[in-house]
């Protein structure tokens, strides 16, 4: 969650330093934040689906893996959600 917020933070600082001003810091932040755990979701629901289209003899493990990504992925939004 740390690691998304600074990443967050350092794209917020490159945007203000090419528009030239800091005075809309926390409105770009924002949207930088949603864009940075979109993304986030969207390669984990991509690891999701990666591991159900593994082979059959795999498909026990592969569901197990896709079940431990989606309880990350709903760690990851109860931890947003708790910020707001």
Known sequence: ???LKLIAEDAVMKINGV????EKHDEIFAIVE??????VLEGQHR???AAILCPE???DLAH?????IR???DALIANLSSLR
Do not use: F, H, L, Y
């Open 1 to 3: 969650m740390d690691k």
């Open 19 to 22: 528009i030239g001003g800091a």
């Open 34 to 39: 949603k864009a940075v755990v979109k993304a």
């Open 47 to 49: 690891a999701v689906d």
């Open 57 to 59: 003899a795999d498909q």
């Open 64 to 68: 197990k893996i896709a079940s431990e």
């Open 71 to 73: 309880r990350s992925n």
